[in-house]
């Protein structure tokens, strides 16, 4: 991407928020920040991908000191622009590497923040750069979907997510090397407009295994942010890792 903010600059900042309306909503939003209250307890918060401020914003309000790494200037002057925005101190840069002064309670990743990480080396520098912000005892928190798979048959490596007469969703996978991408076509005023944005998807097994090599244990996992159980049937997961003392 020649754009320096990466897949999220100006076009897809400036409606945002309206078209994630859905995760904006109190019954979504409340039950993560309560987990993550609770986590951060009188300690500093680090989210990874503080985007447009859909968390960390809740979480200030509740007396958590909340810091922010991402590298979309486009996103970050839209959390800027939002009452309480200019008290949340955000570092510029990828969250796989880039560090944020002192140390934190709990750093986490939200609303499958960890696949915008394209290659599993970055998603493994993206574990040791958190544990290397956590304090002794803290925590790491990933909120992220798991593929559908289920929905490809045989030869087929499309998921469709909507469509209509002007649109269309759909996710493209390639099972062999874990990679998928999200792909949007839009018809406006006659003209087709198109957006693709890769992912990376994982699995909780790697997952736990990427926070062993940095130094993590797993606390929980739960199939949302209301701690209901993780089974075979879930569609994506919460997952606590705890760094050891």
């Not at 904006?24 to 987990?35: I, K, L, N, S």
């Not at 008290?87 to 880039?98: K, L, Q, R, S, Y």
């Not at 949007?184 to 990376?200: L, M, W």
């Amino acid at each position: 991407m020649d754009d320096p903010d990466g897949y999220f600059g100006e076009r897809v900042a400036a409606t945002y928020d309206e078209s994630s309306a859905e995760m904006f909503e109190p019954d979504v939003v409340e039950p993560a920040v309560d987990v993550l209250a609770e986590l951060a307890g009188d300690g500093r918060a680090l989210e990874l991908g503080i985007g447009t401020g859909r968390i960390a914003l809740p979480l200030a309000r509740r007396g958590v000191v909340v810091h922010g790494i991402d590298l979309s200037h486009a996103m970050v002057a839209r959390l800027r622009a939002k009452p309480g925005g200019d008290a949340i101190g955000v570092t510029i840069g990828d969250f796989a590497t880039t560090r944020a002064d002192g140390t934190f309670s709990v750093v986490y990743l939200v609303f499958n923040t960890i696949m915008n990480l394209t290659t599993q080396a970055e998603q493994v520098a993206c574990f040791g750069n958190a544990a290397a912000q956590l304090e002794p005892g803290g925590c790491l928190v990933i909120e992220v979907a798991l593929p559908d798979l289920r929905r490809l048959p045989p030869g087929q490596n499309v998921v469709p997510l909507h469509t209509s007469s002007t649109s269309w969703a759909f996710d493209l996978y390639d099972v062999a090397t874990q990679t998928m991408s999200s792909n949007y076509v839009e018809v406006i005023d006659g003209r087709g407009e198109y957006r693709s944005i890769p992912f990376r998807y994982v699995w909780p097994a790697e997952l736990d295994l990427m926070a062993r090599l940095r130094g993590l244990r797993l606390r929980a996992r739960w199939a949302g942010w209301t701690r209901e159980p993780f089974t075979s049937e879930s569609r994506g997961h919460v997952s606590i890792w705890e760094k050891v003392e």
